[in-house]
């Protein structure tokens, strides 16, 4: 199997001081459904935006389908990324447009200037753009604008976007975070569905172990920027989740 | 480190007390002069502010040892009494203040009569203009109106304005308003009706308008694209990014502290006076403040999008393009006709100083004395000004709700 992600002795430090990651080593191979778990402040958004760089890396490597992820610049950096498809815990869709236009965003990484200005007449991007908001179900949204849709909606519009880039692999922060049980099922499943069918890498950090076992295939543990887990979901006991949740938590009740 | 501290908060405390006590000394100079002609060299004063400072530092009444080195320590009541010293300041910037801009409620209450020309006017706006020509004046009979007041009226015809019009409130003000009345009917009988007047204001009025909204269009495409560069989200944290950022930041701040109505004066020189100086005034006072306003409505974004639309691996121009511009364009539309709005209010003040529009005519009106032409004026500004305040307040809210 194809090792599509590689990190080695990743660190990075804010420049407030914080040590958020300290010496990463991960490797991931296509078409694992890897959940990161982790309290709050444990390294995970972090470590997910410095993989395309959404965040500086201070140093170690990373290796994205066999493409130098920290040493890239410019037009390379943008060709890495539009292969990673990105979900966000606030949708972080643009308000105003609709849900078609947001799809379409997912396609800025492939063209020019001119052509993203011009998107409505190029018939072939609109189309795929419908066929992806198909596939989340919101065809009958195309036209709304994103404010008016529910949060649920918003980040299937947030996952057709992501879809729109054709990515290898996707990265998924706290997707289902603002979002109740339900929508929140529904969401993980159309991650599910993209993981199995398209073989699509996915990257997703959670808090629910329920749908980490649900739809997982690989659990990863962040703890103060270090792993502390790495293993299948059913392996995480009582005693493993007090490592990983357990006396951080103690220790914030005490506060 | 808290050794140096404690050094840097104590010449802060003594910086402080020996600025208070050069202005207080410098104020009771100012009025002790005023009053008694008292004078007495700069070096007396100094030296008398030093040993103060001095004195009162190590009595502890000082305000700078209150603000810099307040310790918790419970104090007698004569190391409090920092508050009384603050309230004598000041009393006597008050004092002060009143000497210097020369208050006086007296004259306010009782010389209102000599506003009385520009408040008839006000209340009588002259909307149809009355003008008596040479001819008009030799029709009118003895039987009409009281000799003396023809001879009055022949002799104005005659030593001002020998073949021009005269207009009716020259002729009040040549007679007096109790005289004029008697006789007005006669006179308005006599006079030629015209509406010159209304119809030179109001094409006034449109240059105002005009030259207000050219300005604020005009300083749109400038302002729009500066204000990308004076954001310091969208400004990488380079030294270049921070040249940028700072440079913008620092002219639009001259440019805007600058008035408009200096801009003019610079610019009737420039171009001659009329509405286009009066136009480049309000372009570029209004650039520096749109470029503000714009940049830091920017800065108010949700990053999210940026972040999201940066991660399908869009450049840098796309990025703005998809994720900022959606976000900003209501807030900057509304504040654009906001300025708009505030264009065409300083039009008329700029239009005083050779800008053109309403405020030159409005000007010239006063100069010459013809307060009910001047009240017309007013009455214009004042419905113009009205409307494009409810205008764009009404679309503002639309904008803004959006």
């Not at chain 1, 295939?217 to 490592?243: C, H, M, N, Q, Y």
């Not at chain 2, 509405?275 to 520096?288: D, E, T, Y």
Request: net charge positive; aromatic share 10%.
């Amino acid at each position: 199997m194809k090792e599509i992600i590689k990190l080695t002795d990743l660190h990075k430090i804010y420049e407030s001081g914080t040590h958020a990651l300290k010496g990463i080593n991960l490797t991931v191979n296509e078409g694992e459904f890897l959940i990161l778990l982790g309290l709050s402040g444990s390294g995970k958004s972090t470590l997910l935006r410095c993989m395309n760089r959404l965040i500086e890396p201070t140093s170690g490597a990373i290796e994205i389908d066999d493409e130098n992820v920290v040493t890239a610049k410019g037009k390379r950096l943008r060709k890495i990324r539009r292969h990673i498809g990105m979900i966000f815990q606030q949708f972080n869709l643009i308000k105003n447009l609709s849900a078609r236009m947001n799809v379409l965003t997912g396609k800025l990484g492939y063209v020019s200037l001119w052509h993203a200005l011009t998107f409505s007449m190029h018939k072939n991007d609109v189309a795929i753009a419908l066929q992806n908001l198909q596939r989340v179900g919101l065809e009958s949204f195309a036209r709304n604008k994103a404010r008016n849709l529910s949060g649920g909606q918003q980040q299937r519009v947030a996952i057709a976007r992501a879809l729109m880039q054709n990515p290898k692999v996707i990265f998924a922060d706290e997707p289902v975070a603002s979002l109740d049980p339900a929508t929140a099922d529904s969401v993980m499943r159309y991650l599910g569905e993209l993981n199995k069918k398209d073989n699509i890498t996915i990257l997703c950090s959670l808090h629910f172990l329920s749908l980490a076992r649900k739809y997982g295939s690989r659990v990863v543990a962040l703890k103060d920027g270090k792993i502390v887990f790495d293993g299948t979901p059913k392996e995480i006991d009582k005693k493993k989740f007090k490592d990983i949740y357990g006396e951080d938590a103690e220790e914030v009740e005490i506060r | 480190m808290k050794k140096k501290c404690k050094i840097k908060s104590y010449i802060q405390a003594v910086a402080t007390d020996l600025l208070f006590w050069i202005y207080l000394f410098s104020c009771i100079y100012y009025l002790f002069h005023n009053w008694t002609g008292f004078t007495a060299s700069f070096l007396f004063i100094g030296l008398a502010t030093v040993l103060v400072t001095a004195l009162f530092l190590i009595l502890h009444l000082s305000i700078g040892r209150k603000i810099f080195l307040s310790t918790r320590k419970k104090k007698r009541w004569y190391k409090t009494s920092w508050t009384y010293i603050l309230i004598i300041g000041l009393v006597i910037t008050f004092i002060v203040g009143i000497n210097i801009v020369e208050v006086d409620f007296y004259k306010f209450f009782t010389k209102f009569q000599n506003a009385g020309g520009i408040t008839s006017g006000i209340f009588d706006p002259s909307i149809i203009g009355y003008e008596l020509s040479p001819e008009s004046i030799q029709n009118l009979s003895d039987g009409d109106i009281p000799p003396d007041v023809l001879e009055t009226l022949k002799g104005i015809q005659n030593r001002k304005y020998s073949t021009k019009k005269v207009f009716l409130s020259d002729i009040e003000k040549r007679l007096g308003t109790s005289t004029f009345n008697t006789c007005k009917s006669t006179i308005l009988k006599a006079a030629v009706k015209n509406t010159d007047l209304l119809n030179t204001a109001l094409t006034a009025l449109a240059e105002t308008i005009f030259l207000a909204l050219l300005a604020t269009v005009f300083a749109i495409p400038f302002a729009f694209i500066l204000s990308f560069f004076a954001a310091r989200n969208l400004m990488p944290k380079t030294w270049l990014g921070n040249i940028v950022y700072v440079v913008i930041r620092t002219v639009a701040t001259i440019f805007r502290s600058i008035e408009a109505i200096v801009w003019a004066i610079i610019f009737s020189v420039w171009v001659g006076i009329g509405p286009f100086a009066g136009m480049l005034a309000l372009m570029i006072h209004s650039i520096a403040a749109l470029t503000k306003l714009y940049s830091e409505q920017i800065e108010n974004i949700d990053s999210g999008p940026v972040e999201a639309i940066k991660a399908t691996g869009a450049s840098t121009l796309q990025t703005w393009i998809y994720a900022v511009i959606p976000q900003i364009i209501s807030p900057f539309l509304a504040f654009t006709i906001y300025r708009w709005d505030i264009n065409v209010r300083m039009a008329t003040i700029v239009g005083f100083v050779g800008g053109g529009g309403i405020g030159l005519l409005l000007l010239q009106q006063q100069q010459l004395l013809r307060w009910h032409n001047v009240g017309l004026l007013i009455w214009l500004i004042a419905f113009v000004v009205w409307v494009m305040d409810m205008v764009s307040a009404r679309v503002r809210e639309k904008l803004i709700g959006m």
